[in-house]
Every structure is written in structure tokens, then in C-alpha cells.
């Protein structure tokens, strides 16, 4: 995963393009000591082609971890069939999802 920041915003952007039971545990030991001090995070899904459900509860534990210690997060990028996945859970009512990431960094300088 790389992790850079932009304008302020930590921009997390898992490499691979399965998020799985094979890569959940790798992206949650990744994303907890880079995300646990940014009060803004935006997580770029852009190469990311196929979630399941060991890793829609990583991305879950993300929001919510984010969320509760006050701070922001949005997600970018997700392709259509992790879109799909995303409506049917409801996700939006929890965090703001972006269809790209110049969308997401725009939101995140408001």
C-alpha cells in the first residue's frame, strides 16, 4: 500500500487488486499505524478489482476506527463490482465514497 500525503489529506492506496481473506490481514497491519494520527484519510480503491467479506470488514474497521476518534475519511476510485457491493451494505451512510480521487482531494480542501 502506498500512503502519501496530499493538501493535508492521507492518501492510502492499497496495491493489490483483490481485497480478500489473503490480503485483508496484510491491508489492516498496514493501514492502523498510518491512519491512527491523520485526521483526514481518503482511501484511494482505484486498482482494487474484487472485494469479499474478510475485506468489506477491513475497509469497515477503517471507517470506523477513523470515524470514532473524530476524524474524516472518504473513499475514491472503487471500481463498478466493489460499487455494487458498497450500495447493497450501505456503506454511503457511513462515508462519503468518491468516483475519483481529484473528487475526494477537492472535498477534503473544503
Known sequence: MTAETINGALVMTPGFNHLDTLSARDFSAEYDPVAATSELVILDLSLVQ?????GLGSILNLVRDTLSRGARIAICGAQPSVKILFRMVQLAKLVTIFDTRDLALAWAGS
Open 50 to 54: 474484487f472485494v469479499d467479506s474478510t
